[in-house]
């Protein structure tokens, strides 16, 4: 089945460092989603890139779709204390949603 | 106001001895989904409803069931839980298939 691949697994920045998690896939996506999940929390749903090459921006976060829709990007700019937890990339194939293995960030203050 | 609610909250069963988790939703969404997470591990789909209309993962354990009586609410029952299904359970809902998925905070199933 369809694959979806996140590096790094875990990372460990000091805060206001950045941060960037990368998600990569075996095919051509037609949209990626991102959800962010707090520890011991629920993942909550942060943007969706659907065009090739898309960049959107909230606040400190910035995500990209590849040119070639096989890959994508998160990254936060000074990270803060708050942006702990495991970030999901998840793309839909068919009917259902299939997350992404998750990057763990975790922020030192 | 919560939109996706699970109860309860936390559930402690004995191995063997069935448990059904709940889901309620006021979004009016067509698609239910029932996820299982692990320690450290993605939200794994275990099955979904669009409407009426159920959708059972292959790998889906014949142990777990899932009931959706009306729009607004849907169950999972685990007909006789082993020590591995000890997880997080997250109801998910969204407006039809494709779309954005909105999350539940989750039943944490602890089997003794």
């Known amino acids: 089945g369809q694959q979806v691949m996140q590096i790094p697994q875990y990372q460990h920045v000091q805060e206001g460092e950045d941060f960037t998690t990368y998600c990569n896939s075996s095919?051509?996506?037609?949209?990626i989603q991102w959800y962010k999940q707090r520890p011991g929390g629920h993942p909550v749903f942060l943007i969706q890139?659907?065009?090739?090459?898309e960049v959107k921006k909230q606040k400190r976060l910035t995500f990209q779709f590849g040119e070639a829709k096989k890959n994508s990007s998160l990254h936060i700019t000074a990270t803060q204390t708050t942006d702990v937890g495991t970030y999901f990339c998840a793309l839909y194939n068919t009917d259902k949603l299939i997350f992404g293995t998750g990057t763990r960030l975790q922020v030192f203050p | 106001d919560a939109m996706v609610i699970q109860n309860p909250r936390y559930q402690v069963t004995q191995f063997g001895k069935p448990v059904t988790l709940s889901c309620s939703q006021t979004l009016n969404h067509n698609v239910m989904y029932w996820y299982q997470q692990k320690s450290s591990q993605a939200p794994k789909l275990l099955f979904h409803y669009y409407d009426k209309d159920f959708n059972n993962e292959a790998d889906t354990p014949d142990n777990f069931q899932s009931r959706r009586p009306n729009t607004s609410f849907c169950f999972l029952d685990i007909r006789s839980p082993g020590l591995g299904d000890a997880a997080m359970y997250l109801c998910?809902?969204?407006?039809?298939?494709?779309?954005?998925?909105?999350f539940g905070p989750g039943t944490r199933l602890t089997v003794l």
């Open positions: 890139l659907v065009k090739s090459g």
């Open positions: 095919t051509t996506l037609s949209n």
């Open positions: 998910a809902t969204s407006r039809y298939q494709g779309d954005t998925q909105y």
